[in-house]
């Protein structure tokens, strides 16, 4: 069976404010380094900086979804939008930083990252959704 939508969101969040520490502490033993990646303000390394960020930005958003619904779950069943919501949130999450380490070094890439934000944006859409009904 799988965990109900807010256990995933509350996993992934912490899964990845701590993925966003290692993250951080590997890119900072490296950061003294003025050549790393091709330097500050190369391609490669404004992608690994952004993929490093989004596991910060992207677990505080799996938290508000959490904390979104819990206040209202004994009046509000987890229906179908809310759980559409929980996996498009958590492959927002899963895809971002993926798409930032691929674009970092295939520039042709790009493109990927319309699975992140189409997934962030309909979980933001089906959220906003559902608050509003509340």
Not at 80 to 100: I, K, Q
């Amino acid at each position: 069976m799988f965990p109900s939508p807010f256990k995933l969101n509350l996993v992934l969040a912490w899964l990845w404010v701590l993925l966003g520490f290692l993250s951080g502490m590997l890119m900072g033993l490296k950061f003294h380094r003025e050549d790393w990646l091709g330097g500050y303000a190369s391609h490669q390394r404004r992608l690994y900086r952004l993929g490093h960020i989004s596991f910060f930005g992207l677990a505080i958003i799996n938290l508000l979804f959490v904390f979104t619904f819990q206040q209202f779950m004994n009046q509000h069943a987890c229906n179908a939008v809310v759980r559409f919501a929980s996996c498009a949130f958590a492959l927002g999450a899963l895809t971002m930083p993926l798409c930032c380490a691929v674009a970092a070094h295939k520039k042709d890439a790009r493109g990927l990252f319309a699975v992140p934000v189409i997934s962030l944006l309909v979980g933001g859409g089906c959220t906003l959704w559902e608050v509003i009904k509340l």
